[in-house]
Structure formats: structure tokens, C-alpha cells
């Protein structure tokens, strides 16, 4: 079954730390994976987008990082600020039929 | 470039009543999909029209269905809205057909009493 998986479910982080958001998939075959933020009240934005020979790419403080002989990206956020309170979500194209399946979304509060 | 606008943006409806949500799409872009959008589920993906056909559907009872016009602009329809139904839905438009590059509408919070 092709299944996206991301932790934690949320967690809260002091601002100018960083954090580290998982995200496990089942999906086969793999055509690439984008992480999203999604404001509350909004919809999601795109950060970064990657393929199957991406292992890392950035995007300002967003770092994402992709195994896929382990089917597992992390989204990395440096120097955390207010403005990073959001849902984070992973979602990964299956190249056969070219499906989106989207995972629940890790939830990121950022206190002063 | 304006972005993907959706109407209403908030709307109450009653069990058992119908609701229509219209979608804009980005100037150009001729792809738009539908999300429902809930705590328990998150994004579930219900159904993507191009060139005003549906092209791809989602695990939705037939209560949910949509359409495109010739400008693009699409609507989405619940029919015998259920308790249930209460979610953020959202609309995402793209240049083509499952495009990889998808730009969200801020959604429509839809409220069933």
C-alpha cells in the first residue's frame, strides 16, 4: 500500500533553534517528493521539490534531504522564527499513474 | 500574476443541504484539482479536471462532484451534506495535466450543523 508517514505529529521549538521534521514512504514507483508549508488558514506553499538523485537541497533556513534506498526525506529548519509556525507536509508522486499521496503533516509552533 | 482564488472563503451549511465552491485558476494554467482538507485525514485528493474533463479521481462517495468551464474556472458540488463533510477545501491549479508544479488557493472552510 502507498502510504506517506511523517513525525512527529507536532512539536514546539524556541525561536533561533532548529529542528528536524521525518517523512517515511512506502510509495512505489517513486517519481519525487515535495514538502509543502501550510500556514494556518492558508494554503500550502511549495519549499522544495525533489527527485530520485537529489539527496539534498535547500531553500533558505529549509533544508530537505532525500534516501531513497531507505524511502526517507527530513526537512530541516535552521534558526527557527516566528513566522516557521505552520503544518509542514510531505507529498510523494508515484510515477506509475502519477498519483500524489500526502502525508498527515507535522504541526510546528515556534515560541519566543 | 494573481494567485488561485477560491469563493466563498467560509460557509455554514445544514445536513442534508447542497454547496457549490468555485475555484479560479492562475491566468494560463488549464489543470485544477480539489483537496479536502481534514484534522483527522489530512489532505485526501478528490478529483482533477483539464480541458474540462475530469481526469483523475479520488476515493469520494458520488455525493462529491466538480466541473470545469472553458475559462478554466472550476466548481465543486456536495450534495446531502453530512456532519462529515466539515473541512478546508482546496483547489490547486497547474499549467498541465498532473503537473508537478501545483499552486494552492487559500480553500474554502466549510462548516456542517
Known amino acids: 500500500k502507498n502510504q506517506v508517514e511523517q513525525s512527529p505529529q507536532s512539536l514546539i521549538i524556541l525561536e533561533g533553534k532548529n529542528c528536524t521534521l521525518q517523512?517515511?514512504?512506502?510509495?512505489?514507483?517513486?517519481?519525487?517528493l515535495r514538502w509543502y508549508k501550510q500556514d494556518t488558514g492558508r494554503g500550502p506553499v511549495s519549499l522544495t521539490i525533489m527527485t530520485f538523485s537529489e539527496n539534498t537541497k535547500s531553500n533558505g533556513r529549509y533544508t530537505a534531504t532525500l534516501d531513497a534506498d531507505t524511502k526517507q526525506s527530513s526537512l530541516h529548519i535552521t534558526a527557527s522564527q516566528l513566522s516557521d509556525s505552520a503544518s509542514y507536509i510531505c507529498?510523494?508522486?508515484?510515477?506509475?499513474?502519477?498519483?500524489?499521496?500526502f502525508g498527515g503533516g507535522t504541526r510546528v509552533l515556534v515560541k519566543p | 500574476k494573481a494567485g488561485v482564488t477560491q469563493t466563498p472563503r467560509y460557509l455554514i451549511k445544514t445536513r442534508g443541504q447542497q454547496v457549490t465552491l468555485s475555484c479560479s485558476p492562475i491566468?494560463?494554467?488549464?489543470?485544477v484539482s480539489w483537496y479536502q482538507q481534514t484534522p483527522g485525514q489530512g489532505l485526501q485528493f478528490l478529483f482533477e479536471?483539464?480541458?474540462?474533463?475530469?481526469?483523475n479521481k479520488g476515493n469520494f462517495p458520488g455525493r462529491f462532484s466538480g466541473r470545469q468551464f472553458s475559462n478554466s474556472r472550476s466548481e465543486m458540488n456536495v450534495s446531502t451534506l453530512e456532519l462529515g463533510d466539515s473541512a478546508l477545501y482546496l483547489c490547486a491549479s497547474s499549467l498541465l495535466q498532473g503537473s508537478n508544479e501545483q499552486y494552492f488557493g487559500p480553500g474554502t472552510r466549510l462548516t456542517v450543523t
Open positions: 517523512c517515511n514512504y512506502t510509495v512505489s514507483p517513486f517519481s519525487n
Open positions: 491566468s494560463g494554467h488549464r489543470s
Open positions: 479536471y483539464f480541458s474540462e474533463t475530469q481526469r
Open positions: 507529498v510523494v508522486r508515484r510515477a506509475a499513474g502519477n498519483k500524489l499521496t
